[in-house]
Every structure is written in structure tokens, then in C-alpha cells.
């Protein structure tokens, strides 16, 4: 019983069916229970070709709220649900090419699979189109996956790093554009309820997200301010920006941050606030000269799942 | 049984600052002229009358008035706490003619004049004599609440619930209603209201918290309900939680709490 996480660069759709088809036939074969995520035409063709049977799911792909933190949980819950026959569980995932805007978060999700999933019976198969990959971002995909090949074609990875080493590298993500802009919102040492206040404020009032996300940021951004309190170092200061279709918040601390680069994804009773926030909003951490800053984003018009 | 107002019962206060301690007890003692009652206030040794006039000035009564007609009272310490006496001062509250009384005293000085297990009792009785619906009393705690055991067990006998700015419990019609806002400056609030409640039921029951009035709360915040329950839950005791507001449901389904042993989520929003 293994974990198995391997990628495969496809060059076309036919390229993605070509080889998924095999993966699943073979996982039909052996018994074992197959989760297809994949864009709906590609999922189309694999099912026609694979026919529909027991042991095959096929899940929606576009998904609101979408983010690393969600995939994690969710596919764990799903695997750990098909593994209740005692199998081992097959899972090709292809995640949608509009989330590869937030690279910084994926590639981090793609490391953390390694370690979060390490005790799933399970053969996950990552299907990246490669044509809309950057070289940048075809070195990050074979950092994070032991292994490759199309499909039941599968070899050990020599350029897979260790998750943990590859996460300290690749903790910080890039600044967001809108952060050089005359922020809505800017506290300096607020209370955690006035900093709630002026969130609720900017993200309900005056930016029109949903209740549900204004809520979710609320608490993301109530966290992240908890922590600087706590493991941070003061002054902190909170920002707030809400741009067409979004609202941002920061949490800045003159502190070192985190130390754990996994922060966030791994579920550890220690760090809920932080893995919670990654379930209900975009998080992007940053340590920088000036300290460290946690950044909350929440989406105006989706709604959570 | 079902109180009409925050500040009837047996109840905790809170507080940080002078300003919000005065603020409060004005409320009360509002609410105690509103019904007709007589209220019974203390000072400390050397602090000025004055204060207690201005306080039932913004109650909305003539302190002069309710000085001459014996409607407000304003005690020592040493006046208030010698054992029978709150007593004595409930009967004869009731001699005078009035329809209620409600004391209010600080923690601090019951301390300096009775041993720990005196004032446990002497909170137990008073938490008796509250049951009977014509008698009220608020005990002034200053903030963080003390988490030294026997100050625990004895603000635990507030069984009418706590209040703090932010953040307080009362007993409501199905069950104690938490409301307002938990988060780490609240939490030790919570811990508080959660000893009480927990008083409210006996060992191996049910222990309904209604959460429709809590609009915000924070893991910290659900790690202590799960920590200040966690010997009730253990004896047998569940914790129900109902009309649990939609946010913080979800909070509460992600981090499982509602599958922590001898916890129950009903009629929780979607």
C-alpha cells in the first residue's frame, strides 16, 4: 500500500485521452475504484471509451472556490471513501488551466500532495496540458511528482525534490499588483474586532461580496491577525483593497513568519486558524525585508461550495 | 427559568475599565428602577458617594429622591458581606414594600473580607435566592476572568450567565444563548459563561447553547468550547448546539466539532 503521485505533460486533448484511457481500463481490471477530474469534453471522451461502470466517478471540475486547500481535503475525503473496499484508488485530476493564474499556490499544492496524501492507498495521475505551461512551470511540475509517464507508463522521477525543501523555496508568493495601490482599509495595531469591523465593511458594504465570503474573509483575515499577535511581532498592520471582482487583505508583522513551509495546507491541530483560512479564501504568504505578510483574497460574485 | 432582561439573575460581569464597569451598572440599576425594585450598590472603603449618585443620575432616577426613600442603598463592603446579612437585606427590602431587590458588588473587596470557600457560599446561596425571579445580583469581576480554580468554581455559580463588552451569556427560554462576538480578547469570557452553563444542568444531561446570537466566533474560541465542556462531556453530559448562524456553522463543520464526542449540531444553517 502506496502512495503513488505521478504527472503526465499531455501535448493535446487526444494526447490526455490517448493516455487515460489505459489508466482507467487497467484500474477497471484490477478492481480498483477511479475518480475522474477532468474538463468535461476530455471526461466526456475517456467515458465513452471506458464505458460507465460501478467503480468509475467522474466529479465536476469547475468548481467554485476551487483552491489548493479545498482540493487537498476534498480529494482525500473522496479517496478515503472509495478506499473503505479495501483498494487501492485510482485518481486522475486535471485542475482547470484558469486556476493557473495563482500558480504560486499550486505548485505548493503539488509538494504538499506528497506528504498530505502519503498515507492513501492510492495512484494519483496529474494531467497538465502542456502547451499552456511556462518552462518555469514545467520545472515545478517535476519537482513535486516521483513520478512520470503517460499513464500505466510510469517511471521514477530524478528531478523530484523533497516536498519540504522544494515548499521553503517556493513559500513566498509574489506580491499582488493591487498592493502598490492607496489601499481602502489601512490599521495599524487594531483590535482584532475593529480590524473584523473594517473588513465586513469594505467586503459587504462597499465591495458587495456574498455573505458567505464576506464571512469567510472575516475569519481568514481575523487569524492571520491573531497570528501576527501571537507569533509575530508588532507593529502589525491591515490593509484592505477591493478591486473590481475581488477584495484583498493583508496582515503585515515586522516578525520572521512562519517557519513551517507547509503552513496551512497540512491539517495539524496546532495551526487550524491558518489551515481553515485555506479553505475559505485565497492565501498567498510573503516574507519580505520588512517582515511578513499574510494576503486574503476573496472572489465578489462565486459563491463557496 | 426565563429571564426578560440581560441584567435580571444571578450574572457576571466583566470588565477592563472603570468607564465600562460604570457603564453596565448603570443598565443595571436602570433596569432595577424600571421594575420597581430596590437596589443595593457598594462602594469601595474611602470612594465617594458621589460616584453612585451620578450612576443613578444617568439611570434615569433623582439620586436625592431615591436616596430618601430608602429605593437605593449604598453599603460598604463591611456592610455587604458578613455572612446572613445580603440575606437581612432581602427581607427587609421586601418589608419596605418593594417588588424586587438586586445587590451589586465587586469580587475583589468579598475577597478581602471572606475566605474563598466563604464567598463560594456565599455565591451559591445568593444564586439560590435569585431563583425565585424577585431577586437580582451582579458580581463585578475585573477582566482577564480569573482561571484559578476556586475564582472558576465560584464565578461558575452565576447560573444567569455573564456579560462583557463583546461578548455575554444568559439563560434563555431553550437553553443558554451565547451572543456577540468570541475571539482571543472574549475567549476567557467564553470559558466563563461556559462554566455557568455548564452549572445550569446536571451531570449526564443536555446542555443546549443557542448560538443565533453569536455572530462571530474564532477556532481559539471553538478549541475552548470544546476544552471548557470537555469534563461535562466526559461524564456523560452533551453539548447541543442550535440555531447555530450560517458562517459560523460552516466554521464549526470544517473543524469538526460537531463530530467531537458528545457534541450535537441541530437545526444548524446550511
Not at chain 1, 499544492?109 to 495521475?125: D, Q, R, S
Not at chain 1, 486558524?273 to 485565497?282: A, E, F, N, R, T
Request: with cysteine.
Amino acid at each position: 500500500m502506496s502512495h503513488i503521485h505521478q504527472l503526465l505533460l499531455a501535448g493535446s486533448d487526444e494526447d490526455v485521452v490517448a493516455s487515460v484511457v489505459p489508466f482507467v481500463l487497467e484500474g477497471r481490471s484490477a478492481g480498483e475504484p477511479t475518480l475522474l477530474s477532468l474538463p468535461s469534453p476530455t471526461a466526456v471522451a475517456v467515458r465513452e471509451l471506458v464505458g460507465t461502470y460501478a467503480g468509475l466517478t467522474v466529479l465536476a471540475t469547475e468548481l467554485t472556490g476551487r483552491r489548493p486547500g479545498t482540493d487537498l481535503a476534498r480529494f482525500q475525503a473522496l479517496v478515503q471513501e472509495s478506499m473503505a473496499a479495501g483498494t487501492r484508488v485510482r485518481v486522475v485530476n486535471q485542475i482547470p488551466p484558469t486556476l493557473y493564474r495563482d500558480w504560486y499556490q499550486w505548485r505548493r499544492y503539488e509538494a504538499a500532495v506528497n506528504v498530505v496524501h502519503a498515507h492513501l492507498n492510492a495512484w494519483g495521475l496529474c494531467v497538465y496540458d502542456a502547451r499552456r505551461l511556462s518552462p518555469g512551470m514545467v520545472e515545478d511540475l517535476q519537482a513535486t511528482h516521483p513520478f512520470t509517464g503517460r499513464g500505466i507508463d510510469r517511471r521514477t522521477n530524478p528531478q523530484y525534490q523533497e516536498p519540504r525543501a522544494f515548499c521553503d523555496a517556493h513559500f513566498d508568493a509574489p506580491p499582488d499588483p493591487v498592493e502598490q495601490t492607496q489601499p481602502a482599509v489601512e490599521l495599524l495595531d487594531p483590535s482584532p474586532a475593529a480590524a473584523r469591523a473594517a473588513v465586513r465593511d469594505l467586503a459587504g458594504h462597499r465591495a458587495g461580496l456574498t455573505d458567505d465570503n464576506v464571512e469567510a474573509l472575516v475569519l481568514a483575515a481575523h487569524e492571520a491577525l491573531a497570528n501576527a499577535w501571537i507569533h509575530g511581532r508588532p507593529p502589525v498592520v491591515v490593509r484592505a483593497w477591493a478591486p473590481p471582482g475581488r477584495v484583498l487583505v493583508t496582515v503585515t508583522d515586522t516578525g520572521r513568519g512562519p517557519q513551517d513551509s507547509f503552513l496551512g495546507l497540512l491539517h495539524s491541530p496546532d495551526h487550524q486558524g491558518m489551515w481553515i483560512s485555506h479553505q475559505l479564501v485565497d492565501v498567498a504568504h510573503c516574507r519580505h525585508a520588512g517582515g511578513y505578510t499574510t494576503r486574503l483574497t476573496a472572489p465578489a460574485s462565486q459563491s463557496l461550495p | 427559568m426565563t429571564r426578560t432582561s440581560l441584567w435580571d439573575g444571578h450574572v457576571v460581569l466583566l470588565y477592563e475599565s472603570e468607564q465600562e464597569h460604570d457603564d453596565n451598572l448603570a443598565g443595571w440599576m436602570r433596569r432595577g428602577f424600571e421594575r420597581g425594585e430596590k437596589v443595593v450598590v457598594t462602594r469601595l472603603p474611602g470612594e465617594p458617594e458621589g460616584r453612585m449618585l451620578r450612576l443613578c443620575h444617568e439611570a434615569g432616577v433623582d439620586p436625592v429622591q431615591a436616596r430618601l426613600s430608602r429605593q437605593v442603598e449604598c453599603l460598604l463592603p463591611a456592610q455587604f458581606y458578613p455572612p446572613q446579612r445580603q440575606e437581612e437585606l432581602i427581607a427587609r427590602a421586601f418589608v419596605e414594600g418593594f417588588s424586587g431587590v438586586r445587590l451589586s458588588a465587586h469580587a475583589s473587596t468579598a475577597l478581602s473580607l471572606l475566605s474563598e470557600r466563604g464567598y463560594l457560599a456565599a455565591e451559591q446561596a445568593m444564586d439560590r435566592h435569585c431563583r425565585n425571579g424577585s431577586v437580582s445580583a451582579l458580581c463585578a469581576y475585573t477582566r482577564p476572568a480569573p482561571s484559578y480554580q476556586p475564582l472558576r468554581e465560584t464565578l461558575a455559580t452565576h447560573s444567569d450567565g455573564v456579560r462583557a463588552v463583546g461578548f455575554s451569556s444568559w439563560r434563555g427560554e431553550d437553553g443558554v444563548l451565547l451572543c456577540g462576538e468570541v475571539d482571543l480578547v472574549t475567549v476567557d469570557v467564553l470559558a466563563a459563561a461556559l462554566d455557568a452553563a455548564v452549572g445550569t444542568v446536571g451531570t449526564a444531561e443536555e446542555l443546549v447553547l443557542d448560538l443565533s446570537r453569536l455572530d462571530f466566533i474564532d477556532v481559539a474560541g471553538f478549541r475552548m468550547l470544546l476544552r471548557a465542556t470537555a469534563d461535562f462531556r466526559a461524564a456523560d453530559g452533551r453539548v447541543v448546539l442550535q440555531r447555530t448562524q450560517r458562517s459560523v456553522a460552516r466554521t464549526l463543520r470544517l473543524l469538526e466539532v460537531d463530530r467531537a464526542p458528545g457534541v450535537r449540531l441541530v437545526d444548524g444553517a446550511s
